[in-house]
Each structure stands twice: as structure tokens, then as C-alpha cells.
């Protein structure tokens, strides 16, 4: 009853639901994507390019969203690019969180050595700007769908890494890691019985963050056209295909821009409702 009426508690949260809200309408796109998507998303009709949507007077009911310059649909491509987005931002936030939650609870655990080796790594990254070391994989790896997942994941570790790391520099320091030391407990299991429980909270509030700028940075390479390539629909790659008829056909940006601003904005509200919620200190003020 005691962990219901703590996660109800959470779920009242204005931020936390529209966020959820938000978050659970792309989800639901994903799965519609592979089953309501009106055509392919190569699929070209050249009698139809740069149809306007339903709402215009020179729209169709055929394509509800219009077509992109080559007469795609846009809709289907909409659909599908939710695909790329959110499984890209899941996939690296989820390796994210693996990759810099270990090494941020070893760096705290040992000390010495390995903390300074893996600060200076860590601070070496997080001192080139985000976008900027993104391209810089790209570069190195060159473009495609695994590249960018790996450059997203790079950019991510430094401040999961950090945040992990003080947040198990607190409970190093506490008698019942010691304790556990005395009576024999190993290394590996001191660590993930006891560091990481203690770095949920984190953990869990940063992954929406990583998750947002994974989103981001995934955008900002497709539209650069270091990103997924075509004729793959992710959102950035929309949008650098329709830069060229921004006046003629203005849907063709606003429509993907608008859909990535509320997918950002939508765990960018999670992360608020969540830090509000479990950081102690919030909490008590609300």
C-alpha cells in the first residue's frame, strides 16, 4: 500500500503527466507505424509532388499531410521517422546509462588511479560541445544508422557518468559500505547491491535529459545529412530535404519540427516531474 500511494503520489505531478501524455502519443505512432501507415514510405506518386495537406484549399483527402518534393507521402514518412527518433533516443540512452552508471560506480568505489584515468576521459569529452563531438564520430566512422547511435552515446556519458559517480561518492563514504567490506562482501557485489540502488534517482532523472539531447543531436546530424540516410524518414532528414521549399511548401518543416519540439519538450517535462518528485529537498516544497 505504502510504494501505491508513493507512485500515485508521482503520477499527480502536472509535469509528470502531460509529459507521460506526451511521450505515450509517440509511442503510439511507433506502433502505428507498422500498421496504419497509409503507404510505403518510398512509395512515389510523381503526378502528386508537394500536394498540400487535407486543411488547404488545394489539399486532398488522399494525402492527409501532403507530399514531399518527389511525391511521397508525407504522413507515412512522418509515421515511419518516429521509428528513428524514438528508437534511436532509447537505444543510446539506454547504452548511455549502462556504459557511464558502471563506470561511474567503479570510479567512486576504487578511487585512486581509476578515478583520475576515468575523470580525465570523461572531462576530456564533456569539454567539446555536444553537437561537436558528435560530428566529430561521424567523421571518423563516417554516417548510417550505427554510427549515430554510437555518437549519440558518446556525447551522453560524460554528465550520466558524473552524476553517477557523486552520487556513489556519498555512499562510499557511509558505515554500511564498510561494514559490508569487514564481513568479507566482494567488490562486485558491494557495488550493484549497494552503490547502485542509491543511484536510481540519478540515474532514472538524467535518462530523460540523455534521451531529449540523443533526439537533438540525432536531428541535427540527419539534417546536416551526417545522420540516418535516405531514403530512411528520420525527422532531421526531413527537415534538410525540405529546406529548399520552406516558402512553397512550409508543412514540409513545420510539421517534422513541430513533432520533434513536443517529443523533446515531452521528457523534458518527465525529467522536471521526476527530479521534482524524488529529490528529497523538492519535494518538501511542493
Not at 561521424?138 to 554510437?150: Q, R, Y
Request: charged letters at 15%; glycine letters at 6%; proline letters at 5%.
Amino acid at each position: 500500500m505504502k510504494q501505491k500511494s508513493k507512485f500515485s503520489k508521482i503520477l499527480k505531478n502536472r509535469n509528470l503527466k502531460i509529459g507521460m501524455s506526451l511521450f505515450g502519443f509517440f509511442l503510439f505512432l511507433v506502433a502505428l507505424s507498422y500498421v496504419a501507415a497509409p503507404y510505403s514510405y518510398q512509395d512515389v506518386f510523381p503526378d502528386f509532388q508537394l500536394a498540400a495537406p487535407f486543411w488547404k484549399a488545394a489539399g486532398t483527402s488522399q494525402f492527409w499531410l501532403g507530399t514531399d518534393d518527389l511525391g511521397r507521402d508525407l504522413l507515412s514518412r512522418l509515421l515511419v521517422g518516429a521509428r528513428f527518433s524514438v528508437g534511436i533516443g532509447v537505444v543510446s540512452t539506454v547504452f548511455s546509462i549502462l556504459i557511464a552508471a558502471s563506470l561511474g560506480i567503479i570510479s567512486a568505489y576504487y578511487k585512486g588511479r581509476t578515478d583520475k584515468i576515468l575523470n580525465q576521459i570523461m572531462e576530456s569529452l564533456q569539454a567539446v560541445p555536444s553537437l561537436l563531438l558528435a560530428l566529430i564520430v561521424i567523421v571518423v566512422l563516417g554516417s548510417g544508422l550505427i554510427n549515430t547511435i554510437l555518437s549519440v552515446t558518446i556525447v551522453a556519458l560524460p554528465s550520466m557518468y558524473r552524476l553517477v559517480r557523486s552520487a556513489a561518492m556519498v555512499e562510499v563514504s557511509k558505515e554500511y559500505i564498510q561494514a559490508s567490506e569487514a564481513l568479507g562482501a566482494s567488490d562486485i557485489r558491494i557495488m550493484i547491491q549497494h552503490l547502485l540502488p542509491n543511484c536510481l534517482t540519478p540515474i532514472l532523472v538524467q535518462s530523460a535529459v540523455c534521451f531529449s539531447d540523443a533526439v537533438l543531436n540525432t536531428a541535427a546530424l540527419g539534417f546536416l545529412g551526417l545522420g540516418v540516410q535516405p531514403p530512411y524518414p528520420e525527422w532531421g532528414t526531413m527537415l534538410s530535404d525540405a529546406k529548399n521549399f520552406i516558402e512553397v511548401a512550409p508543412w514540409l518543416m513545420t510539421i517534422p519540427g513541430f513533432c520533434l519540439l513536443l517529443l523533446i519538450l515531452s521528457t523534458q517535462l518527465i525529467s522536471d516531474g521526476l527530479r521534482d518528485q524524488l529529490d528529497p529537498k523538492l519535494r518538501n516544497r511542493t
